[in-house]
């Protein structure tokens, strides 16, 4: 995962005991400043996303204060996930790892990766990618998003051009609704990797999303 803001202004130990944005030790994707200028209404969406309740007559220090130690709670229980999961037989498919290959794009060079549902974006506007099922899935319903292939594109039996459907926006004629099965099983086959946005930089819901393969050009 790329490391946020970049590398320490200097090659002192105060850099490295002290690193820029006001970062929580030991967890450097999560930037306190960064969390401190969401709004009200913003930092008791992300609560409540993370099963946090009783929000609703907490000042903003307390709602900050909060969300940093649901996302620190978070970040514990996916390194123990992780490390369990390495001494396991193998990762799953599903596992959120970002997929590489020779055609790998600087979009997903440069995004942050999310391999949990527990995972925040370090801010608005931030350009994530993930391969972890649940992740996407959520992402989707939450915009009553449906999967979906380009009709006339399947081949072999198989799903074609993967998309998401937003009824919302006006149903596409082109698209036909798969299972979430038949779409993960196509994702996985071709080794995508799903690109992504939560919010765009204003702090507003975003549907931005792109399907990328590390193995081809066209993806």
């Given at each position: 995962m790329?490391t946020?803001?970049?590398a320490?202004r200097g090659?002192g130990?105060?850099a490295t005991?002290?690193?820029?944005?006001?970062?929580t030790?030991?967890?450097?994707d999560?930037?306190?400043?960064?969390?401190a200028?969401?709004?009200?209404?913003?930092?008791?969406?992300r609560l409540r996303?993370r099963?946090?309740?009783?929000?609703?007559d907490m000042?903003?220090?307390?709602?900050?204060?909060?969300?940093?130690k649901?996302?620190k709670d978070?970040?514990?229980k996916n390194?123990?996930?992780?490390?369990?999961?390495?001494?396991?037989?193998?990762a799953?498919?599903s596992?959120?790892?970002v997929?590489k290959g020779?055609?790998?794009s600087k979009s997903?060079k440069?995004?942050q990766?999310?391999?949990?549902?527990d995972?925040?974006?370090?801010r608005?506007?931030?350009?994530l990618?993930?391969?972890?099922?649940e992740?996407?899935?959520?992402?989707a319903?939450?915009?009553?998003g449906?999967?979906t292939?380009?009709d006339g594109?399947?081949h072999?039996g198989h799903?074609?051009?993967l998309r998401?459907d937003?009824?919302?926006?006006?149903r596409e004629?082109?698209?036909?609704e798969?299972s979430?099965e038949?779409?993960?099983?196509?994702?996985?086959?071709?080794?995508?990797?799903?690109?992504?946005?939560e919010?765009?930089s204003?702090?507003?819901?975003?549907?931005?999303?792109r399907?990328e393969?590390?193995?081809?050009e066209d993806?």
């Open positions: 790329p946020k803001n970049g320490g090659s130990s105060t005991t002290n690193p820029p944005g006001n970062q030790p030991n967890t450097p999560i930037n306190e400043s960064d969390i200028r969401l709004k009200v209404d913003q930092l008791r969406d996303r099963g946090v309740t009783g929000t609703a000042r903003k220090d307390d709602l900050v204060k909060a969300l940093v649901a996302m978070g970040a514990k390194t123990s996930a992780r490390e369990g999961s390495s001494s396991g037989a193998g799953s498919s596992g959120g790892g997929r020779p055609q790998t997903i440069y995004a990766e999310v391999t949990s549902v995972d925040e974006p370090e608005p506007g931030r350009s990618v993930t391969t972890d099922h992740v996407i899935r959520r992402w319903e939450a915009r009553k449906v999967p292939t380009v594109t399947e072999d799903a074609g051009v998401f937003f009824p919302s926006n006006g004629q082109r698209l036909r798969i979430w038949e779409w993960f099983r196509a994702f996985d086959e071709r080794r995508l990797n799903f690109i992504y946005q919010e765009r204003d702090g507003k819901q975003s549907n931005f999303f399907l393969s590390p193995d081809r993806g």
